[in-house]
């Protein structure tokens, strides 16, 4: 029965390594990609006045949105905010707390 439930932690650890690294690939190719289509817009169109355009970055935003979504599925909130955030945060304030009322 304990290898059985082994065997499950090392699946999930393995979906969840995947998953990581097609971020990663996901980020890789987003940055290729888009680092290309500026470069060869600002070669095509004869300078580099094309960065002061909003038309150039319209695949760079809406990618980047979908990039981010992808960000969140892999390392969910925690990215943004960290893993403990949340119980520190009312660590921190408890701790305020009684130092105010004290002084």
């Known amino acids: 029965m304990d290898n ?12 969840k390594v995947k998953s990581i690294k097609g971020f ?9 990609v888009n680092g290309f289509l500026l470069l060869s817009k600002a070669l095509t169109s004869g300078g580099w006045e094309v960065f002061w355009e909003w038309q ?14 992808h ?7 925690d ?3 960290g ?4 119980d520190n945060k009312i ?3 408890m701790n305020k707390d009684n130092r105010d009322t004290w002084e």
């Not at 439930?5 to 979906?15: D, G, N, P, S, V």
């Not at 150039?56 to 979504?69: D, K, M, R």
């Not at 960000?71 to 909130?77: L, T």
């Open 4 to 15: 059985f439930t082994e065997e499950q932690k090392y699946l999930r650890a393995k979906k």
């Open 24 to 32: 990663y690939v996901h980020l890789i190719v987003y940055l290729l």
């Open 56 to 69: 150039a970055y319209n695949t760079p935003l809406f990618w980047g949105i979908g990039l981010a979504f």
């Open 71 to 77: 960000g969140f599925s892999v390392f969910g909130m």
């Open 79 to 81: 990215i943004i905010l």
């Open 83 to 86: 893993k403990n955030w949340e």
């Open 91 to 93: 660590k921190e304030l």
